[in-house]
């Protein structure tokens, strides 16, 4: 490919990005869905990976990026003219964060001005961008970030650490893999990994687990498409342990998408008999998609099922699960390192209409549990409302359940739960709770 080409080419992934962040900054989208949508319309795997560490720096660092328009503009873009503002965050970030090579950023993202029909912009964004260039970005706290209703949940709820989960919020966090114990193991994957150049990590607390803290595209891992290995972080890893059910038992995994948990069970035990559960069709194809990778979706022992867990006269003929898996929709304030748009789009409101639907689960799926069963409550949010203060008040209403201890792998124990905060050992923010329901009623 020519010269040419390969400029047209950046400006055409810079536009892109700009797009993106336009639709999630200005237009209220969910970053998923956008990139979801964005990336397959470009054919280049490094574009794609261009694309994303763009998109998710920009996020991550907004309050740094907001910043430097305030203090370098005297009117910074307003919603009006967001894929402005939208395309000169992606310069900043190639030539903050990531720290391309300048002239190359500069270049690209001026010309894809021009791709956005913004030709006449394309002198203040490269004015712009080569001040950023010359002077750097302004330092700002991380929490700026952060809506002002969510910071002061954090700082009642976890005072001593709301610095902390700011800053690992505000970072990239490693890939995580999760070894299928049914074809491979997390030694004889990390050799493979070595052998493609690909430094991987074992970590005592995730026995199925490998840490790469310097991530490489799913692309390039031996064994992926083979289903010898999955994404996923190491606290939603930990589910497993923590519900750790005995060889043969009838589960229920009542909110089951994107099917990682489920899959991870199934993979130490296939003796399982397992009824994956989810509101919508769309994401239950991708717990679907899931388990056929991993070779998991044949036999009778596992099936699926488009339901509302809470209505369990929709869906349960009666017979009692030995587990159930509660892993219950939450604000997702322990994964904002993955899914930055979360400070963008989640409001107080919503957390009074999660907590009443995880009660309205909990309450609804505790009669389907067996006598001498466990139910797991789980969660990727580090606010109270939905973890310990929820568990505290389901066990006040329910007087056969028992609390069950958790090891310090789990992290903190709240008293009514264990909670790991964003960042520990590498994970992500996570709750459980192991709830028992006694043989006897008396017990």
């Not at 606010?383 to 056969?400: H, K, M």
Request: aromatic share 4%; net charge positive.
């Amino acid at each position: 490919m020519n010269a040419g080409g390969r400029q047209d080419r950046g400006a055409g992934a810079r536009a892109v990005a700009a797009r993106v962040l336009d639709a999630v900054l200005h237009g209220g989208h969910s970053l998923k869905a956008e990139l979801a949508a964005a990336l397959p319309q470009l054919p280049d795997p490094r574009d794609r990976a261009l694309v994303e560490a763009i998109v998710f720096a920009a996020l991550r660092q907004r309050a740094r990026l907001e910043a430097a328009l305030a203090q370098w503009m005297p009117r910074p873009p307003g919603r009006r003219d967001g894929i402005l503002r939208a395309l000169l965050y992606t310069g900043f970030v190639q030539l903050e964060v990531l720290q391309l090579p300048p002239h190359a950023a500069l270049a690209a993202t001026v010309d894809a001005a021009r791709v956005l029909g913004r030709a006449h912009q394309a002198g203040l964004v490269n004015a712009l961008l080569r001040r950023a260039q010359r002077d750097g970005l302004p330092t700002v706290d991380a929490s700026a970030s952060w809506p002002k209703w969510l910071l002061e949940m954090l700082r009642r709820d976890r005072p001593a650490h709301v610095a902390a989960i700011v800053q690992a919020s505000a970072e990239p966090g490693p890939l995580w893999l999760r070894a299928n114990r049914r074809l491979a193991t997390p030694e004889g994957m990390r050799e493979r990994l070595a052998a493609s150049r690909i430094v991987a990590t074992q970590v005592p607390a995730c026995v199925d687990g490998l840490r790469i803290d310097d991530p490489v595209p799913v692309s390039a891992l031996p064994g992926f498409a083979d289903g010898e290995l999955s994404v996923q972080d190491g606290s939603a890893q930990l589910v497993a342990d923590a519900l750790r059910p005995a060889a043969g038992m009838r589960i229920l995994d009542a909110c089951s998408a994107p099917g990682g948990k489920a899959a991870h069970l199934l993979e130490r035990d296939r003796s399982l008999r397992l009824l994956a559960l989810d509101v919508d069709r769309k994401r239950l194809e991708r717990v679907r998609a899931t388990f056929a990778r991993l070779a998991l979706d044949g036999g009778d022992n596992v099936q699926l099922r488009v339901a509302d867990a809470a209505d369990t006269s929709g869906w349960w003929d009666g017979t009692p699960f030995d587990a159930i898996l509660l892993d219950a929709p939450c604000s997702a304030t322990g994964v904002v390192r993955r899914q930055p748009d979360i400070l963008l789009h989640r409001r107080a409101s919503d957390i009074d209409e999660l907590a009443a639907g995880q009660a309205r689960l909990l309450d609804a799926l505790w009669p389907a549990l067996a006598p001498g069963g466990t139910l797991l409550y789980a969660t990727c949010s580090i606010l109270r409302r939905e973890n310990d203060a929820q568990v505290a008040a389901f066990l006040a209403r329910t007087p056969d359940a028992r609390l069950q201890p958790l090891d310090a792998r789990f992290g903190e124990d709240t008293g009514h739960g264990s909670q790991r905060l964003p960042g520990q050992d590498g994970m992500d923010g996570f709750f459980y709770a192991r709830i028992g329901k006694p043989i006897h009623s008396g017990a």
